[in-house]
């Protein structure tokens, strides 16, 4: 489904990430955890071109692009193409401020899919329903909770079918008593199949969802395996010290 292959970015002197090599298979759920500064959530905007990286290559089901390509109008529709077939929730929750949440979750189906109004409501009521937000589709996101507008998000996200849904730390902005929502839609679509990429440092959420977990420091893989090996007996020094520190906190 999703083959990251030799995947390098520097900003400037900073290497942020090092020939990293990701395989993730259809409806594999795969939690990335590690520090700040590690390149977790680098390596999801190089997947999607948000940002480009140096070297390496990008497939996506069908879609295919090497890193450092020449600028042209067939490698941009390729991008285009990869984008379109891959969800994104970010930290923040990015929703159009002067549209209502049913708007913000029709946009990309008028804008992008060119589908007509009447179905393009039809879909974004349906999965508004999905999330818990039947009853808010007329609610501008300032009267939308943290929570309730990261479902929104979420809600956006799958009105274009994705083959893949990535998210950075989608909880990180939320208080406490609002996680549980957000992160109880994103179980549900695990349960349903979802191919997930979860950038996270809820460790409940990983123990439970994840079918793969991946520790990232200094922009390489360090360690990865199912979350009982990872969670339980973590073969590296530094993935040991990372779980400790988390735990703490917990």
């Known amino acids: 489904m999703i083959t990251l292959k030799g995947i390098s970015k520097s900003f400037g002197l900073n290497r942020v990430l090092d020939q990293i090599n990701l395989n993730v298979n259809k409806s594999e759920v795969v939690v990335i955890l590690g520090p700040s500064g590690s390149g977790k959530s680098t390596l999801l905007r190089c997947a999607t071109f948000l940002e480009e990286p140096d070297e390496g290559m990008i497939r996506m089901g069908d879609y295919e692009i090497q890193a450092g390509g020449k600028t042209t109008k067939q490698r941009k529709d390729q991008i285009r193409l990869l984008r379109q077939h891959t969800g994104f929730v970010f930290q923040q929750f990015n929703l159009f401020p002067h549209k209502t949440?049913?708007?913000?979750?029709?946009?990309?189906?008028?804008?992008?899919?060119?589908?007509?109004?009447?179905?393009?409501?039809?879909?974004?009521?349906?999965?508004?329903?999905?999330?818990?937000?039947?009853?808010?589709?007329?609610?501008?996101?300032?009267?939308?909770?943290?929570?309730?507008?990261?479902?929104?998000?979420?809600?956006?996200?799958?009105?274009?079918?994705?083959?893949?849904?990535?998210?950075?730390?989608?909880?990180?902005?939320?208080?406490?008593?609002?996680?549980?929502?957000?992160?109880?839609?994103?179980?549900?679509?695990?349960?349903?199949?979802?191919?997930?990429?979860?950038?996270?440092?809820?460790?409940?959420?990983?123990?439970?969802?994840?079918?793969?977990?991946?520790?990232?420091?200094?922009?390489?893989?360090?360690?990865?395996?199912?979350?009982?090996?990872?969670?339980?007996?973590?073969?590296?020094?530094?993935?040991?010290?990372?779980?400790?520190?988390?735990?703490?906190?917990e």
């Open 101 to 249: 949440a049913l708007q913000n979750v029709m946009e990309g189906l008028i804008t992008i899919k060119k589908m007509p109004l009447v179905e393009a409501k039809r879909l974004a009521e349906g999965l508004l329903e999905k999330v818990g937000l039947a009853e808010k589709g007329d609610h501008y996101p300032s009267r939308l909770s943290g929570g309730q507008q990261q479902r929104v998000g979420i809600a956006r996200a799958l009105a274009m079918e994705p083959l893949v849904m990535l998210y950075d730390e989608p909880t990180s902005a939320l208080d406490p008593e609002l996680v549980r929502e957000v992160l109880t839609v994103m179980k549900d679509l695990a349960r349903e199949g979802m191919t997930m990429v979860v950038v996270t440092h809820e460790m409940g959420f990983a123990r439970e969802v994840a079918d793969r977990v991946i520790f990232m420091d200094g922009g390489k893989i360090i360690e990865q395996g199912k979350p009982e090996e990872i969670f339980t007996m973590p073969k590296e020094e530094r993935t040991r010290k990372f779980l400790s520190i988390i735990e703490k906190k």
